[in-house]
């Protein structure tokens, strides 16, 4: 079976569908436009044959594929994010395929200076002969995470047209807002119905992830005092200087995103916005271990609070909220989901690997939320920036893995009562964010 030109029709198709999210939105999904996205998928899945086709409220697409066979086994589901991520420009994605890749320089038409080779981006090394998708030069492509969009919706549709394919029953789900860390919705384990999951959110080919970050967020909040400038002395306090010693009071050379790597976690302020009288500062926190993450935390309170004795005048409050955990905690007590896809990978030839991931998914929230759920290789590069690009043979690769695990799970019959296993992760760390 071969799933190259479907893939690639499904993935152009996407990928022009501007769907970023918003974290400024209190909506759900955060952006409108990405049910332009959704609700296209809805029709695709009716039109492949899928049944229970859904939209929640809160902006997930749900659809099942029956079993084909009577089986004991969980329920298993899969699933892909449809927005695209708010740190660079996704309005009027013109993807590119370029067939045959010849392992040279890739150069973009929008963007003369814009180059991708080897150099910069090493796995495209492993890529000659594959068609690569950029995009033009002045946008992201948006592989992430059309990528599992595609992967998921080739997959159901072979499926549904194979019913002598032996599986159990299927859950498809696409969730909006990944990117902002809100795309596992409450009711989201309720509606999905599904025993595991998992994401199609992963990166180079034979990834299989099971360990990420755990995630908090900080928003500092400065309130200083406003007076007119030429009446100041002794009265104006300015709220910028309050953040600016805040940023310069916390670790530079260390504990930031350029100077770390590896199981290292880090600090990272990525907005300020405000005036002299008041200023918001967000900061996103990240470590592998929750002592880790907690001593982020901490230092940034103690930096507030150090700043605040400084000017009493001043209002400074810092509100910690978590974002996620570390799916490891929970699928190391039970690795069934990892053993199973690495079993897939190793009946269709492709080396597999589990490296610690530099950041999170969706499948993160929902194992912590008791469906265990590990990430899936999908093949995209570069993620969030003008230089992003995914194999279409990788993409392939990533759907007759979903294919061939529902096959594995379906002979499952002793899931419920498999005893618990763990493996030791495995060496090297992958620096990527869903």
Known sequence: MTFNSELEERFER??????QSDEKSSTS????????????????LKEIGASDVTLTDYGAALATIPATVETDAPTIAYLAHVDTAPAFNATGVKPILHRNYDGGALTFPDDAELVLSPENSPYLAKKVGDDIFTASGTTLLGADDKA??????????????????????????????????????ADLPRDLKADIAYTLDGGPLGEIVYETFSADKADVHIQGVSIHPGQAKDKLVNALHLAAKITDTLPHVTNTPE???????????????????????LFILRDFEREGL?????????????IQATEPRAHITCAITNQYSN??????????????????CDALGIEHFSPPTRGG????????????TPNLFTGMQNIHGPLEFVSVQDMAHATEMCIKLAELWS????????????????????????
């Open 411 to 434: 002979r499952a019959h002793d899931a419920e009562h498999h005893e618990p296993t763990s493996k030791p992760i495995e060496e090297g760390v992958v620096d990527w964010v869903g």
């Open 361 to 372: 998914t969706d499948g993160s929230r929902l194992t912590e939320m008791g469906v265990p």
């Open 14 to 19: 996407y990928a022009r569908i501007d769907s």
């Open 327 to 344: 799916m490891r905690y929970w699928l190391e007590n039970d690795m069934r989901p990892v053993e199973l896809a690495r079993q897939a």
């Open 29 to 44: 999904p955060s952006t409108a436009i990405q049910y332009d996205l959704l609700n296209l998928l809805v029709s695709e």
């Open 148 to 185: 599992g969009v595609a992967i998921i919706m080739a997959a159901a549709k072979h499926l549904l047209e194979n019913p002598n394919i032996p599986h159990g029953k299927i859950r498809i789900c696409f969730t909006p807002d990944e990117e902002i860390g809100r795309g596992v919705h």
């Open 294 to 306: 907690k001593a982020q935390g901490d230092l940034i309170a103690k930096v507030c609070e150090t």
């Open 259 to 281: 100077t770390t790597d590896g199981r290292q976690g880090f600090i990272h302020l990525y907005m300020v916005k405000g005036t002299a009288a008041d200023v918001h500062m």
